[in-house]
């Protein structure tokens, strides 16, 4: 019986401590100006953050509904169309930045470039 009162104490424990340790996630940010990379920072964020949570919180950023207009000083010029456009582990992403949601050791590029749409 106190065996069993042992077990039951223990094993909530050490599932608190486990969810504890998964509560963040790692996430690799490079920034590039056309092919050169410019910046590089790992950021540690909250399970479920956003591309923009993680951008905000390694650079100054300027944005407007979910999207990006200047990081770290750097803007984008709408007459020359040059932009600012991201990536998630070298895939284009469809969504905002603050609607994109990163997992534990994804690594976002952003890179200021002419757009040739």
């Known amino acids: ?6 077990i039951s104490v ?26 050169k ?9 909250k399970k479920n953050a956003t591309v923009m949570d993680g951008t905000k919180k390694a650079w100054k950023v300027t944005e407007k509904g979910g999207f990006i207009s200047a990081i770290d000083g750097k803007k984008q010029n709408n007459k020359k169309k040059i932009y600012w456009t991201f990536k998630v582990n070298g895939k284009n992403v469809n969504v905002s930045a603050d609607k994109k949601k990163l997992k534990n050791k994804d690594k976002v590029t952003f890179t200021l470039a002419k757009y040739n749409g």
């Open 10 to 35: 223990v094993a909530p424990a050490t599932a608190t401590t486990v969810d504890a340790k998964t509560k963040n996630i790692k996430v690799t940010y490079v920034l590039k100006k056309n092919k």
């Open 1 to 6: 019986m106190s065996l069993l009162m042992l």
């Open 37 to 45: 990379q410019i910046a590089k920072k790992k950021v540690t964020l």
